[in-house]
């Protein structure tokens, strides 16, 4: 493929991961607190050529010289927080978060080890306590253990009930004695930077050790109470994907993907004009 088409032929390879990624957030705006990615694009290098002997050109309204470059690229494609509708569902494990920062910290031991992720999934459940059968350990949707103060899994006796949020980010429960009891807090997690955010898939994220990027863990994350300014029990966050927004881009990727198919197809009718020219 000669220089002609090359800016075109790799403009194309970027729009399509553009594309693939509106594709993944309309396939995603139905899960609970998804937050859809959205790409920008720079120039890729170029070159400015100035060789005309004649510099003011009379009528000429573009800059003088020629500009021989290599097309578009995906600068960034980054993770948007704007909170989603909150939905009122009734049901006392249901959770969400009313600042966009903040993520519940989750335990994901689906490797085998143990690992600290972040979500925005709210819609918690009881499952069965490894350590302590009979006993019950909050989860999300995913099985991801939720953690509380220090880091620990909220943990409830067996026969816990009508679970409730206290203003100071407690969680009660009544047992089956009819006595009330603290059950544990759960623990948000502000992050600070979150474009460092690492998607695991789903709705789970990861954040880089901060060796590795020369920044203390505390410039990365803020740990905070569950409280009931954070905190909407009963609730759930619907992801901030609009449909009509992400319908809307994809037309228009696909308009310029077709652009660019056209330069190339021209540029290859050129090039054939050229050669049989020459012939």
């Given at each position: 493929?000669n ?5 075109a ?8 991961k ?11 705006s ?17 070159q ?44 006392e494990?249901?959770?969400a ?19 600290r ?28 253990y ?21 203003n ?15 059950i ?15 998607n ?17 863990e ?10 009931s ?5 009963n ?45």
């Amino acid at each position: 493929m000669n220089s002609m088409m090359m800016p075109a032929y790799n403009t194309m390879g970027e729009i399509q991961k553009q594309m693939d990624g509106i594709t993944n957030n309309l396939s995603n705006s139905n899960q609970i607190g998804y937050k859809r990615r959205e790409s920008t694009f720079s120039d890729l290098l170029f070159q400015q050529i100035n060789n005309q002997p004649n510099a003011n050109q009379l009528g000429r309204r573009t800059p003088e010289g020629i500009r021989q470059g290599n097309g578009a690229g995906i600068a960034q494609t980054a993770l948007r927080l704007e909170q989603g509708a909150l939905k009122q569902t009734d049901r006392e494990l249901d959770f969400a978060i009313t600042d966009e920062d903040s993520f519940f910290q989750v335990e994901n031991t689906a490797g085998g080890a143990a690992e600290r992720r972040y979500s925005k999934d709210g819609n918690f459940k009881m499952s069965e306590n490894p350590e302590a059968p009979g006993s019950w350990t909050l989860v999300n949707s995913s099985g991801e253990y939720v953690l509380g103060e220090n880091g620990e899994r909220i943990n409830m006796p067996a026969g816990a009930r009508d679970i409730t949020l206290l203003n100071n980010g407690q969680l009660t429960a009544v047992l089956e004695d009819g006595e009330t009891a603290e059950i544990g807090s759960i623990e948000l997690a502000r992050i600070l930077k979150p474009q460092l955010l690492e998607n695991q898939g789903g709705n789970s994220y990861t954040l880089p050790d901060p060796a590795l990027l020369d920044v203390a863990e505390e410039d990365m994350i803020e740990l905070q109470p569950g409280t009931s300014g954070l905190l909407q029990q009963n609730t759930l966050e619907q992801s901030n994907v609009d449909m009509g927004q992400e319908m809307t881009n994809l037309i228009q990727a696909q308009r310029n993907y077709s652009f660019n198919a056209r330069a190339i197809t021209q540029g290859d009718q050129m090039m054939g004009l050229i050669n049989s020219v020459r012939g």
